[in-house]
């Protein structure tokens, strides 16, 4: 009786926490088809927002932008960061724990000190705001990202794996290549899709490196909804949610196929 109880108590706090995390997205989604422009009040379902959001041109193209370099910056970043995982779990030597320490700094610094001191960084090598400062910014942000997944990967294997290649005559090359590779390619897959989802939806480091002539899609509905959250911003942030839940389902589904 009493194990039933705890079982329903803890059932009813983790609904509770769900709805709590989940209520605010589900009511933006649910607006998104609410036929009127400027009330809350329901007057009916209608896709006439979506319909709109269609037909902008510049929410299109700022989406493009945004999908442009999310993927140059995952690409970069799940690189850098699968071969600095790597490095750290393969050698051993003086300040490696130090190095990988480091790594966990970076993803609980705040976006707005990062932002700030990328900001001044570029200021001060002369770099115009645009591309390349957004393209630099998203890969600083994403690489920790991608070395915690890969490590983490790797970690979790029998090291005799690589000794035993090792004693069967393969170089360090040939054991990257046939033996560590293959084991962290669905660590560097997720870190890939981590990282993708992190530069598409970043609002705080763009705001501070983005430029004039480069408008990201988070930037364009950080503007938007400063003038009133209209109908078809609902839309387009439900858009969004499901994009982004598509990639984090993806990238689990990946890890747990491969694991």
Request: with cysteine; glycine share 6%.
């Amino acid at each position: 009786m009493r194990a039933s109880r705890h079982s329903l108590l803890r059932n009813f706090w983790l609904l509770g926490v769900y709805a709590f995390l989940y209520f605010p997205i589900l009511v933006v989604v649910f607006y998104s088809f609410n036929d009127t422009k400027f009330s809350l009040v329901w007057q009916g379902a209608t896709l006439n927002w979506y319909t709109t959001l269609w037909q902008d041109s510049n929410l299109w193209l700022a989406l493009l932008h945004s999908l442009i370099l999310g993927f140059f910056a995952s690409l970069v970043a799940v690189i850098i960061g699968s071969f600095a995982a790597m490095n750290l779990y393969w050698y051993r030597f003086r300040g490696r724990q130090l190095l990988y320490g480091l790594i966990f700094i970076l993803i609980v610094t705040p976006d707005l000190v990062l932002g700030i001191s990328l900001l001044i960084l570029f200021s001060l090598v002369g770099l115009d705001l645009g591309f390349w400062s957004l393209l630099l910014a998203h890969v600083t942000f994403c690489i920790p990202f991608v070395v915690i997944t890969v490590y983490s990967r790797l970690v979790d294997f029998d090291s005799h794996l690589f000794e035993a290649a090792r004693d069967l005559g393969a170089s360090e090359v040939t054991i990257f290549r046939k033996v560590m590779f293959p084991l962290a390619l669905p660590a560097i897959i997720v870190g890939l899709l981590l990282s993708f989802t992190l530069s598409i939806d970043d609002v705080v480091v763009s705001y501070f490196v983005a430029g004039p002539e480069y408008e990201i899609l988070p930037l364009k509905i950080f503007s938007m909804a400063k003038l009133g959250v209209r109908p078809e911003l609902n839309a387009l942030c439900s858009v969004v949610f499901v994009i982004t839940v598509c990639i984090v389902m993806a990238s689990h589904f990946i890890l747990r196929k491969k694991s």
